[in-house]
């Protein structure tokens, strides 16, 4: 398995950009698919991307975030990114990285294997 860490969160305005990292340590990095995830207080965990290995060719994206954020993978560096354009106060959550053991990039939580400690991202208006 792989152990992940989430880095990047902070506050920001309305509109602005904040790019996520998640740094992986363990296990070969390119066996694995990666997702990014996110969960508002009082409200369920939800997909906001994910990333095939390890090509990363296949990003699929929730509706909400599609335009707006971009997943990306750099495996010489077991690091996976979120960047998060147009900020808007709904995408204020704990974003979380996890990862799936296989090539095929997933928005279904329970197919994810490893999961960060998260981070928090917070929107004002």
């Known amino acids: 398995q792989v152990q992940l860490v989430e880095t990047g969160g902070g506050l920001v305005q309305s509109g602005d950009s904040l790019r996520l990292s998640c740094a992986a340590s363990?296990?070969?990095?390119?066996?694995?698919?990666m997702g990014w995830f996110r969960q508002a207080p009082g409200k369920e965990r939800e997909a906001v991307a994910a990333?095939?290995?390890?090509?990363?060719?296949?990003?699929p994206y929730a509706d909400s975030v599609k335009g707006r954020f971009t997943i990306s993978r750099d495996n010489a560096k077991k690091t996976v990114y979120l960047q998060m354009n147009s900020l808007k106060p709904e995408d204020t959550a704990v974003y979380y990285c996890?990862?799936?053991?296989?090539?095929?990039?997933?928005?279904?939580?329970?197919?994810?294997?490893?999961w960060g400690q998260g981070t928090q991202v917070t929107v004002s208006s």
């Open positions: 363990g296990d070969t990095f390119i066996r694995y698919a």
């Open positions: 996890a990862a799936r053991a296989g090539s095929v990039a997933s928005l279904l939580m329970g197919e994810y294997d490893c």
């Open positions: 990333i095939s290995g390890p090509g990363g060719t296949n990003t």
